[in-house]
């Protein structure tokens, strides 16, 4: 559940939009002016979608004119940055079973929210549908209102100067098949900027992170969340929206932008593209649930195995106490680990009995799905989500542990 969201069954409620469009603002009034006209002109009837202004702190409340479809603005206060915070408290207030994130210095085409509500439908195979329309460039600064609605519906118009879209995104758009054969690490395709989602999976994964603060970061990590959540990603091409300037990458001074974004997400995502190896994280890669073990020296050497060369996290579900060993390693807990860092991780390994593996855990995880009876049973968190989870292969690199030799011994052959 996203904060401060209320439980609505958008479906079922008489008069409800079919689309509710979520638009973070702050302090840009002309980009703001520019977007409710383009929104005016959609093509989709104003009945069947509403708009929800998400003023981020403004000195001055945003200006919202009267208009054919329903407007609401909320405020929050001036604590910095806070884009997801405002995403968030906007999609509280929609009544759509369908949400479309739109920044305040986008322009979508008159086509745009049927374009986005089709890509939505089309691709949903009951697990839920994270969607990016189709970002374009242009420089409107010297083009007068009617100019601006020209280019929208014929690509052209005095004043108007057409700029270079980021290479990233259209590379990575054809390499995936308009995401249909996207994979883990394409969350990173994903941008807020104009972005639809449907309800139920938005709530479900609980909204943007709040506290990633400051910009960028927040789109990319509700992306890999869905994708973890059991999610689809799809590129809708034709749902097209015009911003107004370059993409960040064509501005200058943005290398500590981009750094702060790195890091924050390192945290988060547990990738070796997003953090590298080497490093300890609160959050794992990998999450294992480990009972069986009331001796420490056995709690001890199962440690050992499962941590070798491996971004994991052990949690000793039927201990009390993490024993004094171990204490030190913050990778080692006790209890269940909480559902927000089984929900990040890429995999979830059950260990039901002290063992020996041949081979690091990590590179067992590459493997995919496998199990050893009795030993070990390692999952895909994406494909447990999805129902899809089947760790019916052999695991032959686990062992039962050799418990009557000496620690000693077997620390200096592990």
Request: net charge negative.
């Given at each position: 559940m996203i904060p401060g969201a209320r439980t609505i069954d958008a479906s079922h409620q008489e008069n409800a939009p079919r689309v509710s469009v979520i638009v973070p603002y702050y302090e840009n009034q002309l980009g703001l002016d520019r977007l409710l006209r383009a929104l005016d002109r959609q093509d989709l009837p104003p009945h069947e979608f509403e708009v929800i202004v998400?003023?981020?702190?403004?000195?001055?409340?945003?200006?919202?004119?009267?208009?054919?479809?329903?407007?609401?603005?909320?405020?929050?206060?001036?604590?910095?940055?806070?884009?997801?915070?405002?995403?968030?408290?906007?999609?509280?207030?929609?009544?759509?079973?369908?949400?479309?994130?739109?920044?305040?210095?986008?322009?979508?085409?008159?086509?745009?929210?049927?374009?986005?509500?089709?890509?939505?439908?089309?691709?949903?195979?009951?697990?839920?549908?994270?969607?990016?329309?189709?970002?374009?460039?242009?420089?409107?600064?010297?083009?007068?209102?009617?100019?601006?609605?020209?280019?929208?519906?014929?690509?052209?118009?005095?004043?108007?100067?057409?700029?270079?879209?980021?290479?990233?995104?259209?590379?990575?758009?054809?390499?995936?098949?308009?995401?249909?054969?996207?994979?883990?690490?394409?969350?990173?395709?994903?941008i807020s900027a104009l972005m639809g989602v449907d309800r139920e999976l938005f709530e479900r994964v609980g909204g943007f992170d709040e506290t990633l603060t400051g910009y960028g970061g927040e789109d990319w990590d509700l992306a890999y969340r869905c994708w973890q959540a059991g999610a689809r990603f799809a590129h809708v091409a034709g749902a097209v929206a015009w911003h107004d300037g370059p993409d960040l990458g064509g501005r200058p001074d943005t290398r500590d932008v981009k750094d702060a974004e790195t890091m924050a997400l390192a945290r988060r995502i547990p990738l070796p593209s997003t953090r590298g190896r080497g490093l300890v994280f609160g959050q794992p890669a990998v999450v294992v649930r480990v009972?069986?073990?009331?001796?420490?020296?056995?709690?001890?050497?199962?440690?050992?195995?499962?941590?070798?060369?491996?971004d994991a996290g052990v949690w000793f579900v039927d201990r009390d106490s993490v024993p004094a060993v171990l204490a030190q390693d913050p990778r080692i807990r006790v209890g269940e680990p909480r559902s927000e860092i089984v929900d990040r991780s890429r995999y979830v390994v059950d260990v039901l009995a002290p063992l020996t593996l041949d081979e690091p855990l990590g590179?067992?995880?590459?493997?995919?799905?496998?199990?050893?009876?009795?030993?070990?049973?390692?999952?895909?968190?994406?494909?447990?989500?999805?129902?899809?989870?089947?760790?019916?292969?052999?695991?032959?690199a686990a062992r039962p542990a050799d418990t009557h030799q000496r620690i000693e011994g077997r620390v200096a052959h592990g």
């Open positions: 998400s003023d981020d702190g403004s000195a001055e409340a945003p200006a919202a004119r009267a208009t054919s479809y329903s407007i609401t603005v909320t405020r929050q206060e001036n604590l910095g940055f806070r884009a997801a915070a405002a995403r968030n408290k906007g999609a509280a207030l929609a009544r759509a079973p369908r949400l479309v994130f739109l920044d305040g210095d986008m322009m979508p085409e008159p086509g745009f929210l049927t374009a986005m509500l089709a890509g939505l439908e089309r691709h949903d195979d009951g697990h839920g549908v994270l969607a990016v329309g189709a970002r374009q460039h242009v420089d409107v600064s010297a083009c007068t209102p009617a100019q601006i609605d020209q280019w929208l519906a014929l690509g052209h118009a005095d004043g108007a100067r057409r700029l270079t879209d980021p290479a990233w995104l259209s590379d990575g758009y054809a390499r995936t098949n308009d995401l249909a054969e996207a994979g883990v690490e394409d969350f990173r395709l994903i009972r069986g073990h009331e001796n420490d020296g056995e709690a001890f050497l199962t440690a050992m195995q499962l941590l070798r060369d491996t590179v067992l995880c590459e493997h995919g799905e496998q199990s050893a009876p009795g030993l070990l049973e390692l999952r895909e968190t994406r494909r447990v989500n999805r129902g899809e989870s089947d760790a019916s292969d052999a695991c032959h």
